[in-house]
């Protein structure tokens, strides 16, 4: 309906009926001959907006009309409009998430839950059927006449929910929204069969009260749920909209449509449940907040919380929230939310720091949240999530923050234009909460030598003369919480351990006024968990009163997991910190160290230690030799004189490299050192032919799996293999794509250096894939002879090339297809699983889904012990079979109650032998309505 909200207003409470007073009576004169009639007071907001909708557009067409709204004749009757040409039943449903189902009456719908699981629920079709046979029936009772049939009509107010999939309905019921309604209702030929004065007396018969507008066939209490509803998003705007306002886009990836941090707040904001997940600093808090903004600016009721703050009881930490924001509880503020068919989006803000021993009960409140109250659901986490059967909701990772959006970031907390001095400040800087300080900063300060730096300038920044007392507090507030693996502490302690150190109470105030602290419900944090960091760091430097003992101690401690970089960045004593970085073996912070997160100093004893351990690679490269030993796994062991002299911080040394080479680092050095490592591979593959003559044994592929995959002690350019290869890297943007665009066409490439670049094309997969149009020569001319790892990695690069244009695509086919028959098991699994993603199997698995309609027509006809092992294949083959297209497609197209009767018969077979497929099989059965 097209009516603006001041014209739904304007209705609500303009008197459709005209009433004149005579003594002490009020009589109601129908004007244009419209009367409403109610059974009891409307309660729900989509039956008051249907109810509002027929009589607006019945009043706009001043045609004669009763409404019979919200009565029992045993059976609930939401809304009945009669006219002088017909008579429609209305069943209003105020659905806010998808549904879907059918148009036959005895089929059951489903309803996804915020959490993404479909539910099935009674069918509307069949309700508005019965409901409208029901009136028929009472109808003739009064009249003691035949009266006709009339049609019914489902409705959903405002609309049908995004993402639905309903039929149209048929003559007997019709199924629409709020515009359908205002056009049907004013429809019609004719005579409806029963007059408007019979109705009258029905209504009358049947005891219900006439009323002389919206508002007054209303329960008062969707008014006070409206009024507190809107206070609520009042309160809501004002503490979230700053906040959402500074959400700066950054790309991120994992779910189809969404390609930037706005566009998950969309997403979440038009009722998706996603999770997000970033590293600190990437901008996820201001993503969930501007989701929560979107969100009511479309009619979705958000709540706020932090998952730092659950400590068992999710209701006592959403009722904080709400009260927070002026509702008397959230369990009333989500009953008005239901009273009004408003939909819910809870946010879940840094599941990361919930107590570990909280978030399985965390995730399960999460998703029992979401299917009472249907509403969506909004992660942000530095971590995956646990128990995706609960949740499912889908994973978007934001990708590593680019120089362009650092430079927005400052820019926009800048009050002049960003100086080049501050430009080249951003490079040094991972994150955007670090690049908007740049930006304040800017004219204020030299350049920042670390991350403990910069902070320290924003605190003097922030709290001008007294920052050294609020940074003295603020390391005493972080101390505690990291001795209490807590993220958060009552008002009180704050206040005892202020009090303690002789500071100002007033001081907590200028702390919270600066956004470093947040206060809460009783409660106080820092404004980021960054700042938690950064000051953990600065006690523990502080404790140790250069000791260098206790900051190792403080390094080696589960506690401070994470916090290498920061620990390491504080200290401003260059012995200090050269004694700490030779005392440790932390990839993680050798990996800071070299993108100079640590300090000046710190990036340059990286790099000229990253020299130093590429250089003794190139060495060990050039005396590498094995030999058979049956003992190990692959089968031999290197002899070399080089093999277990590596020291254990140059080992975790190498571990940190990768990360710097797909930012560019080391390029033309690696590469060499792989292709004089292939060199002596093949020479110690040709020696050891000659010996292991009566041995079946892959000597190519297993000293390439020692020395590239995961051989425990192969070389040291094994390990940066396999820390590319895992995958794990994103520390930053990565140019593997230009990597892969420079050496890719190169002639004369060795088994290891093909393997490094399938490795990054990889993780190029965004700006991909480059290599597709050589796979076809490396699949003729290289895989015959390539180790396995590498004709596994050729044919995944093949499966990943669907991308690509048809004639790229055919010649990989083609040549897929030319590969000798006699495969490893894996790999001609792998080539089918290939020649799939390809579609080389379109037209046969077309011939198949024809031959596979017939047969499961058959044996749903048939339904024999046969025809339930063959129903039984026939589901399995969706996942198995290499043309499960076709099998997918069949399946897929029965409708309800075959596709019961189907899976039916096939858990039958599954019952009566044993498959690992039972189980989904009798899941998805019992998603269909069948609860045996």
């Known amino acids: 309906m097209e009516d603006t909200t001041e014209e739904m207003e304007r209705r609500m409470g303009r008197p459709l009926n005209e009433t004149t007073v005579a003594g002490d009576e009020v009589t109601l004169a129908p004007v244009g001959g419209l009367t409403i009639y109610i059974g009891d007071l409307v309660t729900t907001a989509s039956d008051r907006a249907v109810l509002?909708?027929?009589?607006?557009?019945?009043?706009?067409?001043?045609?004669?009309?009763?409404?019979?709204?919200?009565?029992d004749i045993g059976r609930q009757i939401d809304l009945v409009v009669s006219t002088e040409r017909q008579v429609l039943l209305v069943e209003a449903k105020g659905n806010r998430t998808p549904v879907r189902g059918q148009a036959n009456s005895a089929a059951d719908w489903a309803a996804r839950r915020g959490t993404g699981r479909w539910a099935p629920f009674r069918s509307p079709v069949r309700q508005a059927d019965e409901a409208r046979l029901a009136l028929r029936d009472r109808l003739t009772v009064f009249l003691r006449s035949s009266?006709?049939?009339?049609?019914?009509?489902?409705?959903?107010?405002?609309?049908?929910p995004h993402g639905s999939e309903i039929p149209a309905g048929d003559f007997k019921v019709r199924i629409g929204d709020l515009t359908d309604l205002c056009a049907w209702v004013t429809q019609g030929n004719g005579s409806s069969g029963v007059s408007l004065a019979q109705w009258h007396a029905f209504a009358a018969d049947l005891g219900l009260r006439k009323v002389s507008s919206i508002a007054a066939a209303s329960d008062g209490k969707l008014d006070a749920a409206e009024k507190l509803v809107d206070a609520y998003l009042i309160k809501f705007r004002a503490t979230y909209q700053a906040k959402a306002n500074e959400l700066i886009s950054i790309p991120c990836e994992g779910a189809p449509g969404i390609e930037t941090s706005l566009g998950f707040a969309e997403a979440v904001a038009a009722g998706d449940s996603i999770a997000l997940i970033g590293r600190s600093g990437c901008g996820k808090t201001l993503a969930a907040c501007r989701s929560g903004i979107l969100a009511a600016e479309r009619g979705r009721v958000p709540i706020f919380v932090g998952a730092k703050d659950f400590e068992g009881d999710f209701g006592r930490l959403i009722n904080r929230e709400a009260t927070l924001l002026g509702a008397p509880s959230a369990a009333t503020l989500l009953a008005a939310c239901l009273r009004l068919d408003r939909a819910v989006l809870l946010i879940i803000d840094g599941y990361n720091e919930c107590a570990e021993q909280n978030r399985e009960t965390l995730v399960r409140s999460i998703a029992a949240m979401g299917d009472r109250y249907g509403a969506?659901?909004?992660?942000?986490?530095?971590?995956?999530?646990?128990?995706?059967?609960?949740?499912?909701?889908?994973?978007?990772?934001?990708?590593?923050?680019?120089?362009?959006?650092?430079?927005?970031?400052?820019?926009?907390?800048?009050?002049?234009?960003?100086?080049?001095?501050?430009?080249?400040?951003?490079?040094?800087?991972?994150?955007?909460?670090?690049?908007?300080?740049?930006?304040?900063?800017?004219?204020?300060?030299?350049?920042?030598?670390?991350?403990?730096?910069?902070?320290?300038?924003?605190?003097?920044?922030?709290?001008?003369?007294?920052?050294?007392?609020?940074?003295?507090?603020?390391?005493?507030?972080?101390?505690?919480?990291?001795?209490?693996?807590?993220?958060?502490?009552?008002?009180?302690?704050?206040d005892r351990i202020t009090e303690a150190c002789g500071f100002n109470s007033v001081l907590l105030d200028a702390l919270e006024r600066a956004g470093l602290v947040v206060r809460r419900g009783g409660r106080v944090s820092f404004g980021h968990e960054m700042y938690l960091d950064v000051f953990a760091a600065e006690a523990i430097i502080r404790d140790a009163d250069g000791d260098l003992g206790k900051i190792l101690d403080a390094l080696r401690q589960p506690l401070h997991r994470g916090r290498g970089a920061a620990i390491v960045g504080a200290i401003d004593d260059d012995r200090l910190q050269l004694g700490v970085l030779e005392g440790i073996c932390i990839p993680e912070v050798f990996a800071d160290c070299l993108?100079?997160?640590?300090?000046s100093f710190a990036q340059q004893w990286a790099h000229q230690r990253a020299n130093t351990v590429i250089a003794r690679m190139a060495e060990e490269a050039e005396t590498l030799s094995f030999e058979y030993d049956e003992t190990e796994h692959p089968p031999f062991r290197r002899t070399d004189a080089t093999a277990g002299r590596w020291s254990a911080i140059d080992v975790e040394f190498v571990k940190a490299l990768p990360s710097e080479f797909v930012s560019g680092s080391f390029i033309e050095?690696?590469?060499?050192?792989?292709?004089?490592?292939?060199?002596?591979?093949?020479?110690?593959?040709?020696?050891?032919?000659?010996?292991?003559?009566?041995?079946?044994?892959?000597?190519?592929?297993?000293?390439?799996?020692l020395t590239y995959v995961h051989g425990r002690h192969g070389p040291m350019i094994g390990h940066m293999s396999k820390g590319l290869h895992a995958g794990s890297l994103r520390r930053g943007p990565n140019v593997a794509a230009d990597i892969v665009r420079a050496w890719a066409g190169k002639e004369r490439l060795t088994h290891g250096q093909i393997y490094l670049l399938l490795i990054l094309d990889r993780i190029a997969w965004n700006d991909g894939p480059h290599v597709a149009s050589l796979i076809p020569t490396w699949l003729r001319e290289t895989y015959r002879f390539a180790p396995y790892h590498l004709q596994l990695d050729l044919i995944q690069a093949a499966h990943f090339a669907h991308r690509e244009p048809d004639s790229v695509r055919q010649e990989i086919i083609d040549a897929l297809h030319d590969l000798h028959s006699d495969q490893h098991l894996f790999l001609s699994s792998s080539i089918i699983e290939a020649l799939a993603s390809l579609g080389a199997f379109e037209n046969d698995e077309a011939a198949e889904a024809a031959r596979l309609r017939e047969q499961v027509h058959d044996l749903l006809e048939c339904g024999d012990v046969e025809a339930s092992q063959i129903a039984l294949t026939?589901?399995?083959?969706?996942?198995?079979?290499?043309l499960a297209g076709a099998y997918c497609e069949v399946v897929s197209e029965l409708d309800q109650e075959r596709r019961k009767t189907f899976l039916s018969l096939a858990c039958s077979a599954a019952e009566s032998g044993t498959t690992s497929f039972a189980y989904p099989l009798m899941v998805e059965l019992t998603a269909c309505g069948d609860p045996s």
């Not at 509002?52 to 009565?71: R, T």
């Not at 002596?680 to 000597?699: P, Q």
């Not at 026939?874 to 290499?882: G, K, R, S, T, Y």
């Open 874 to 882: 026939i589901w399995m083959w969706q996942f198995e079979h290499p």
């Open 595 to 599: 993108e100079g997160t640590c300090g």
């Open 376 to 494: 969506n659901v909004a992660i942000t986490s530095q971590i995956g999530l646990p128990l995706p059967e609960l949740l499912g909701t889908p994973e978007v990772h934001l990708a590593p923050i680019s120089e362009e959006a650092k430079l927005a970031i400052a820019g926009a907390a800048a009050r002049s234009p960003i100086h080049s001095s501050a430009r080249s400040w951003i490079g040094a800087v991972k994150t955007g909460l670090e690049a908007r300080m740049i930006g304040e900063l800017q004219d204020s300060i030299a350049e920042p030598d670390n991350r403990s730096a910069l902070f320290a300038a924003f605190v003097r920044h922030r709290l001008g003369s007294r920052n050294a007392q609020a940074i003295s507090l603020l390391v005493l507030i972080a101390k505690t919480l990291s001795d209490r693996l807590s993220f958060s502490l009552t008002s009180r302690e704050v």
């Open 669 to 705: 050095p690696v590469f060499e050192i792989i292709a004089t490592v292939d060199r002596r591979l093949e020479n110690e593959f040709l020696r050891l032919r000659s010996l292991l003559t009566d041995k079946k044994i892959g000597i190519r592929s297993g000293l390439f799996q």
């Open 52 to 71: 509002e909708a027929a009589a607006g557009a019945l009043h706009d067409a001043e045609m004669p009309a009763i409404l019979l709204a919200n009565f």
């Open 147 to 160: 009266t006709p049939y009339f049609p019914g009509a489902v409705i959903f107010a405002p609309q049908v």
